[in-house]
């Protein structure tokens, strides 16, 4: 077996991938692949109390306010068709002990699996109607409430009480219409504390808080599309004010494969400027994942049975034990050489920006063996913890050919049969090209294995629960007082010629309403509160925290007050400056506070000749136009909320050019 160059074979394989930077793809490259995609988007709901228990939502505790811990082993259920889920059957084998951090505050009985679930919560479930409807989704007849299985322990029960409220509706993007699968409810799961070895540990806060799941179909054929498509639900969600904002109260599942590859889903992903840049490592992932099987079957003549086997290095075999293997030995580790047939210049195969084929072995160890990293090497990794002639020793030791790899693997004896299943069953996996499974994102785009990807035989339905009839002339009543479509808002900030630079920050933070009826209530041009929200309120609220007494409601009052009083728009911003601190105050107050004081032009401008005299002597400049800017800026103060500065500035110019005509 001959050492190859890995870091030579990771660029020479990423060229013959096609992979392209983001910046610099093409649709033609999509169409190249073959890239599709689809969306889950889920929501948390602005309720009072959690979705199947009295508790109160949206009270959250950090990682050491607990009252108690919890601990569960979880084990899988057959399905109604009396087979067991793999995801299910995958996370039994972890082996993990779970703990959740239980706070009084936010739990009960129900939420730990000792108390059957109350009626649903009808204030979440109107929401979630109304949000249905919204999405044009057809509205079932009658709410059946089911169970999907979830092993992972992030709900306490093992399994998540959801149900399905509205099926086939679309959304209307900028250059296509996106269709939806449905829209369901549902119970928000644990918020993940830390995952080390065979202990996972949770904290019940956000656990059992009303969910809402958007789905589309694999509509997108790019991943601005997909991103567009994330935006547009995410702004439809908040339209109706009545979902929550902030971190972790929103979060996409991307759906990503590429020609000839499968469902992947990216898990939680927090941020929607993530999404681009995770779809296309996913789909090019894929594509690579593909030209590694076609290579696989050709050195293995078109057989999809690959050659594995595998030897423990013992200490016996002293010509084996130094470096890692010597560290896992005194650590009373087995280590473990697996002979990976025809797979020479495969285990340093690029996959994916930094990563490459042996990722996905190391990744799987990580989660289903639960051997912590480093938990392996290869004879083509980059950083070599063992020099050529130990692999040339390891190749002679596992009786490996020329095209032959070896991986060593090292951990706990009790962990060690799973670990060499892991292995072989993901070299399987290569033979038949892209495995379905989720993966977790990270910030720079790349993403690594969590789990199996769940199938049907989760579901089952909920005994607990009876069927919720929905009449017609309920769903109607709803359907009176649902919010002007997003498509709609676009068209009226085009209309009212808003800055195009905060149509996203205006429709994240639901203020298009506002903007309506500021206009329409007080008379201001809307051009002129879109662009003060979408610049001068936006770049306020990224300087400093408001008060939590703060809301954009006191924005219109503020607005109200101004044109009852007949004051400049000019001193909306002072005011909203000293209103974003104190939102008590008295409006005639914060006017005293900015020092506002009534005044006619005239009044304003009469310094303005001894002060342009002044200029001019101490020779600030020759140029009357900064003799102007100049006044501006002495008179600004005084004439903000009397006057407009256009006024103002025309005044001066007159002014100016009488005295430079003396």
């Not at 540990?201 to 808080?209: Q, V």
């Not at 996409?252 to 939680?268: A, H, L, M, Y």
């Not at 808003?498 to 203020?511: A, G, Q």
């Amino acid at each position: 077996m001959k050492r190859i160059d890995p870091e030579k074979n990771f660029l020479l394989t990423r060229k013959e991938t096609g992979y392209v930077d983001l910046k610099d793809a093409t649709a033609e490259d999509y169409r190249r692949i073959g890239f599709m995609s689809g969306l889950e988007v889920h929501q948390q709901l602005k309720t009072r109390k959690k979705l199947f228990c009295r508790c109160m939502a949206g009270i959250y505790h950090d990682h050491d306010n607990f009252d108690a811990e919890l601990i569960r082993h979880m084990r899988p259920t057959l399905s109604e068709l009396g087979e067991y889920d793999g995801t299910a059957l995958m996370e039994f084998r972890t082996r993990k002990q779970i703990i959740y951090r239980i706070n009084n505050e936010n739990a009960c009985t129900y939420e730990v699996d000792d108390t059957p679930p109350f009626p649903i919560d009808r204030e979440a479930l109107e929401i979630a109607l109304e949000i249905s409807l919204l999405s044009k989704l057809n509205i079932v007849g009658e709410v059946h409430i089911t169970r999907k299985q979830y092993l992972d322990g992030s709900i306490p029960t093992g399994f998540q009480r959801t149900a399905i409220l509205g099926v086939e509706g679309e959304i209307q993007l900028s250059g296509k219409k996106v269709r939806l699968i449905q829209l369901s409810i549902e119970e928000d799961s644990c918020r993940e504390v830390s995952d080390i070895g065979h202990t996972r540990i949770y904290k019940t806060d956000r656990l059992g808080m009303p969910l809402i799941e958007t789905v589309t179909y694999p509509d997108m054929e790019t991943p601005w599309e997909l991103a567009e498509a994330a935006e547009y639900i995410r702004f439809l969600n908040r339209s109706t004010g009545k979902v929550r904002t902030g971190i972790g109260a929103g979060r996409e599942d991307v759906n990503v494969s590429c020609r000839g590859g499968s469902r992947v889903e990216i898990k939680g992903v927090a941020h929607n400027s993530w999404i681009p840049l995770l779809s296309h490592n996913e789909a090019f992932r894929q594509f690579a994942l593909l030209k590694i099987r076609d290579k696989l079957l050709k050195r293995n003549n078109g057989e999809s049975t690959p050659e594995i086997s595998h030897r423990e290095i013992t200490p016996a075999d002293r010509h084996l034990i130094t470096g890692p293997v010597s560290d896992a030995m005194e650590k009373g580790y087995r280590v473990i050489a697996i002979r990976m047939a025809n797979c020479r210049g495969l285990l340093s195969h690029f996959i994916q920006p930094g990563h490459m084929f042996a990722d996905e072995f190391s990744n799987r160890l990580k989660v289903i063996a639960c051997i912590e990293k480093p938990n392996m090497t290869h004879s083509e990794a980059t950083e070599q913890l063992f020099d050529q002639p130990f692999w040339k020793k390891a190749a002679d030791f596992m009786n490996c050919m020329e095209n032959d790899a070896v991986i060593i693997l090292w951990g706990p004896d009790e962990d060690i049969p799973t670990a060499i299943e892991t292995v072989e069953e993901r070299l399987q996996m290569a033979y038949k090209g892209v495995p379905n499974e989720t993966r977790k994102s990270f910030p720079d785009g790349t993403t690594i294995f969590e789990r199996v990807l769940p199938g049907s035989d989760r579901m089952y339905p909920d005994t607990d629960s009876a069927p919720i009839p929905l009449t017609d002339e309920y769903i109607e009543s709803l359907r009176k007082d649902i919010p002007v479509d997003i498509s709609e808002r676009y068209r009226q900030m085009i209309d009212w010629k808003i800055p195009e630079d905060t149509y996203r920050y205006l429709l994240s933070k639901n203020m298009v309403p506002l903007i309506e009826n500021i206009s329409a209530d007080y008379g201001f041009d809307p051009c002129y509160i879109g662009r003060f929200l979408g610049h001068r309120y936006k770049n306020l609220e990224g300087k400093s925290k408001p008060h939590k007494n703060f809301s954009h409601s006191i924005i219109g009052e503020m607005f109200g007050f101004i044109a009852s009083k007949r004051l400049d728009p000019e001193i909306a911003f002072p005011m909203l400056k000293v209103l974003y601190e104190h939102p008590g105050m008295r409006f005639e107050s914060v006017l005293t506070t900015i020092g506002y004081r009534p005044a006619t032009i005239d009044e304003i401008t009469e310094p303005a000749s001894f002060l342009y005299e002044k200029f001019r002597q101490e020779r600030r400049s020759d140029s009357e136009e900064a003799g102007i800017n100049w006044l501006m800026g002495q008179l600004r103060k005084q004439a903000t909320g009397n006057i407009p500065m256009e006024d103002l500035r025309e005044r001066l110019t007159m002014l100016t050019e009488k005295t430079n005509n003396l």
